[in-house]
């Protein structure tokens, strides 16, 4: 990897010439980079992306940049905490589970060779073939790969997620070993769909820009649509989104995490609020409440909507009730309106616009008789 100092100014990048065979500077003659433009991003705020002339870009996550450069083109040398990136960028080290689908929305699928997730604990189809044949390698738990894996791979690039700066000497390993660590920060973004447009930066990445744009044009066309209808806010509908985990707890998530944003955009009300919850300050989306705590809150929602990721899916209402009691006399029991997820919901990155039509029909009671890409009936 290298690292050196970026000075950006007046759309200007200033660069000092570069042998990548020798690691040392040839030139102290300054290479000026011309910004042309800005990536366009609805709703990603977590990264940015500047374009330049020759094919170069900058892109700029939390407190990191990255100088990604076009094949063929020099390799400049940099002043400061810039880390340059090589096109082709091939061999992809994935430990981002949430970034794996992504890659395979915009084709790119190809140039992911290594996953820190192992063929049992994918959901999709596509990852778990791939890792089961053996096309994607799982080598190890993000805070302890195999190294040695990651070096005989050529690996050009490794992309975690933020629980790696709980393992900051795993980062560094890796760094010294010449790999450039995309650190991806998805789960930050405070729009649902802000996770998916994190496409945008890794079409950039595998040069499939263009595949990527049309991807996520597509797969916003549903929300597009349903952002364009009158609501009367008065009238929403509430849900409570859980599960129950294997010691008798109650998991939902926290209000203000993107699943309950989801719900809100999706015209319902997520029926917990912070001001009912004594809620941690903690990085964590979820937390678990009792089943009274829960009961108190939740018999009096429209809907709910069963979280079936960690605990496996539910096929009846019966078999929630065998999981708890007490939901027996729940307003939605009773009326029929508890919901199920599918497994792959939150694998499943490029989903979140469908997951958000999908509640909106199951709010406007319009389920009936159309294809869920996530949620079904329990019965």
């Not at 000075?7 to 290479?31: M, P, Q, R, W």
């Not at 996770?195 to 597509?218: H, V």
């Not at 066309?221 to 008065?234: P, Q």
């Not at 939605?332 to 508890?338: D, L, P, Q, S």
Request: hydrophobic fraction near 35%; proline fraction near 2%.
């Amino acid at each position: 990897m290298l690292r050196r100092t970026c000075a950006v100014f007046c759309g200007l990048i200033c660069l000092c010439s570069f042998s990548c065979k020798s690691g040392k500077t040839t030139s102290t003659e300054k290479v000026q980079l011309v910004k042309t433009g800005s990536m366009e991003l609805r709703y990603a705020e977590q990264f940015s992306v500047d374009y330049y002339e020759g094919g170069y870009s900058l892109a700029r996550i939390g407190d990191d940049s990255f100088l990604i450069v076009p094949e063929g083109a020099e390799v400049p040398g940099t002043d400061g905490d810039v880390t340059v990136i090589r096109q082709p960028v091939e061999n992809i080290y994935v430990a981002a589970s949430s970034a794996m689908d992504l890659f395979d929305g915009i084709g790119s699928l190809d140039e992911v060779a290594m996953t820190s997730t192992a063929e049992k604990d994918w959901s999709l189809p596509d990852i778990r073939d791939a890792v089961g044949s053996g096309s994607i390698a799982y080598i190890g738990k993000y805070s302890s790969p195999d190294y040695e894996a990651l070096v005989s791979g050529n690996c050009g690039l490794a992309v975690e997620s933020t629980m790696i700066y709980h393992t900051p000497e795993v980062r560094e390993k890796i760094e010294a070993l010449g790999i450039p660590v995309l650190v991806e920060r998805s789960s930050y973004e405070s729009h649902p769909l802000g996770r998916m447009e994190w496409l945008k930066l890794y079409g950039l990445l595998t040069g499939d820009a263009e595949s990527a744009e049309d991807f996520f044009n597509e797969k916003t066309k549903g929300f597009d649509e349903l952002m364009k209808k009158e609501r009367n806010d008065g009238e929403r509908k509430t849900a409570a989104f859980f599960y129950i985990s294997s010691n008798g707890y109650v998991n939902i998530r926290k209000p203000g995490d993107y699943i309950s944003k989801m719900i809100e955009l999706a015209g319902g009300s997520y029926i917990f609020t912070a001001d009912q919850l004594k809620i941690e300050d903690n990085a964590l989306s979820t937390m678990n409440i009792q089943t009274e705590t829960f009961y108190e809150t939740a018999r009096d929602a429209d809907f709910l909507i069963y979280n079936s990721t960690i605990e496996g899916e539910l096929d009846s209402v019966e078999q929630l009730i065998g999981k708890c009691g007490v939901l027996a006399d729940c307003k939605a029991v009773k009326n029929g309106n508890v919901w199920c997820t599918g497994q792959n919901m939150f694998q499943q990155t490029t989903g979140a616009a469908d997951m958000i039509c999908d509640l909106e029909l199951v709010f406007s009671q319009q389920a009936d008789g159309k294809e869920m890409s996530f949620l079904h009936r329990l019965e």
